[in-house]
């Protein structure tokens, strides 16, 4: 086993047993990093984690410590810890040749050091370091807390406090009536009557217009037989028959047709009998 | 802090977090063996303590509990009024009442051709608006219902005479064609019918 | 009784039934639009009023409720099923989302140098504690969380203001990301190189 003395200020954390779960207590289904940590590495997360309680052993303030005295340490722990399993010991192992090498690089004079310096890489750990700690520190801090359910209570049995949500409902005159309307209209009898719709038949054309080409011998517009005073439907049916009756006296040989230019008037004229 | 003081904060603590009404023992106990001599002059303080107050220590049936003055207790439960548009379904059994009633809830749903839900009718007779009104001496004696007064106030109306007559209504265009009433019946149908009428 | 006795009663009697911590806003609704200012001032004379009993009216993420004195604990904590333990990933994670809230995942990650197991941040929202805040605009949209008023309430707190120590940690750039801190000592070091001797 490995042997650490327990963290110093974060009594309140009770995960190195190694149950692994988010709730102590509580059987272990945690994430799968946790569980095999905490199985082989007594519940420390990773090597920062590690890093950082190595880091409380020096017994100075954070800011302080010697990050080289911080590498002997890590890498001493990593030498004793021989039946690491190998999927779990990848992130320290690799944490530890970072250190092997950090130490390499510190250890150089100054003017052989690649860039960037390791005096800047140390920065960089050791300012990761205080955070974290900072951060276990508020942690622990909260947790002592007086924690509702643990240190106060809240009242047992409370009455509860209801609002009774009563209707009011809106209607108005025109919407009831307006409803009664449409009742009515919905399931009254419905008579469907097709209106009376004045049109003239291609024999009352052909009948009208060959009678009034009769009594002119002169150009007549087509306009002029239909019937006057008809109203727009009446007419545009009177139109329509009237031409089909031009075109049938004209096949016919019973009348001549004439046009000026295109959409220009109609007119229609008798052939005389030549005989 | 004297011994009383503390021993009066324990009881009103233990009593407040409690979720059951306590007895003197449950409590003696609960606090670690206190005197129930002690534990009983305690809870007369705590009882003249709160009797001013909006809670009240009280004793139910030997067990100890805190609740809310008697006063008070209309502040726990309060009412209140949200608006909410009458249903179309509901409008049109609504108003074949009014121009009809008494009238039968068969025969509202051959006057609307459609099924009549019972919530429907509920829902007028919780808005006060319609009554049951005796039963229809006929096969059956269905109920029969009626509007009310409270129905007149709402829309203004001196009596049901008043309301407009059909011939009225067409004048003002309220018979409309069949096919915008259908139509709108349809718009009505796509959006989900809040008294639950589901007009078939 | 005076109108103010009253109002203190009618608010400690809401208060006490209430099943959930109020607001003034709600408070002064379900009392029946109470001006807000004298709710105020009533709230202020019921915390003078219990501040030495054995119950405590306390404001948590500016919600009221009535809870028992912390040193009554050890007479109520015997009965009670005892919280559960948060583990230490978990502890660790909430005190990171609180004490930089709004925070990604991969932004813990970074502080904690290790991964952070879905469960855990599962953990601490099936608490009730930690919410999901949106997501950040950077690529990837990460999903940001924070502390909720629950959690405010759990660990009594009156807002994010009193979490411990958090003034001293930001003073001292203990919140700041790392990347920051270093441009930060790196400058200092870089202004104090410059009027100090140079060593190469």
Not at chain 1, 42 to 55: F, S
Not at chain 1, 58 to 74: A, E, G, H
Not at chain 1, 192 to 219: C, F, P
Request: charged residues 30%; hydrophobic residues 45%.
């Amino acid at each position: 086993m490995i042997d650490l003395p327990e963290g110093g200020t974060v009594a309140d954390f009770g995960d190195l047993d190694g149950d692994g779960g988010d709730w102590q207590g509580i059987a272990a289904s945690g994430g799968r990093d946790e569980t095999a940590l905490n199985l082989s590495l007594d519940g420390w997360e990773g090597p920062l984690d590690l890093l950082l309680e190595l880091a409380r052993k020096q017994k100075v303030d954070l800011r302080q410590i010697s990050i080289l005295d911080l590498v002997d340490q890590y890498l001493e722990f990593i030498d004793g810890a021989e039946q690491l399993p190998l999927e779990i010991a990848a992130d320290y192992l690799v944490m530890a040749a970072w250190l092997a090498y950090l130490k390499s690089a510190m250890l150089l004079p100054k003017d052989e050091q690649e860039d960037p310096s390791p005096e800047e890489l140390a920065l960089r750990l050791h300012l990761r370091l205080q955070r974290l700690g900072a951060m276990r520190e508020a942690a622990s801090r909260l947790m002592a807390r007086d924690r509702v359910g643990r240190d106060v209570f809240l009242r047992g049995a409370p009455e509860g406090l209801r609002i009774d949500r009563s209707i009011a409902w809106q209607v108005d005159w025109y919407d009831l009536v307006r409803a009664y309307g449409q009742v009515k209209a919905r399931n009254s009898p419905a008579f469907h009557t097709v209106r009376d719709r004045q049109v003239m038949t291609l024999e009352s054309a052909l009948d009208r217009v060959s009678g009034m080409l009769g009594m002119s011998l002169d150009w007549v517009e087509l306009r002029e037989f239909l019937p006057p005073g008809a109203d727009a439907r009446l007419r545009k049916s009177a139109m329509a028959s009237s031409f089909v009756a031009a075109l049938e006296l004209a096949r016919t040989g019973r009348a001549e047709l004439a046009q000026d230019d295109i959409f220009g008037p109609l007119r229609l004229r008798r052939v005389r009998a030549s005989a | 802090m004297s011994e009383t003081e503390s021993l009066d904060r324990a009881v009103e603590a233990a009593l407040f977090a409690s979720e059951d009404a306590l007895t003197v023992d449950q409590l003696a106990t609960h606090l670690g063996d206190v005197d129930k001599g002690e534990l009983r002059e305690a809870l007369a303080r705590l009882v003249a303590f709160y009797s001013e107050r909006g809670i009240h220590l009280v004793e139910r049936a030997k067990r100890w509990h805190f609740q809310t003055a008697p006063d008070c207790a209309h502040l726990l439960r309060k009412e209140r009024e949200s608006l909410r548009k009458l249903s179309r379904a509901a409008t049109e059994v609504l108003a074949i009442i009014a121009y009809h009633e008494p009238v039968s809830r068969a025969e509202i749903e051959s006057i609307r051709g459609v099924q009549t839900s019972g919530g429907t009718l509920d829902v007028l007779m919780e808005a006060g608006w319609v009554k049951p009104a005796g039963r229809r001496e006929v096969p059956g004696r269905p109920v029969i219902y009626a509007t009310t007064p409270e129905f007149l106030r709402h829309f203004g109306l001196e009596s049901r005479r008043d309301l407009p007559g059909i011939d009225e209504l067409r004048a003002t265009g309220m018979l409309d064609p069949v096919d915008d009433a259908f139509e709108a019946e349809m718009a009505e149908a796509g959006s989900a019918d809040s008294d639950g009428e589901s007009d078939s």
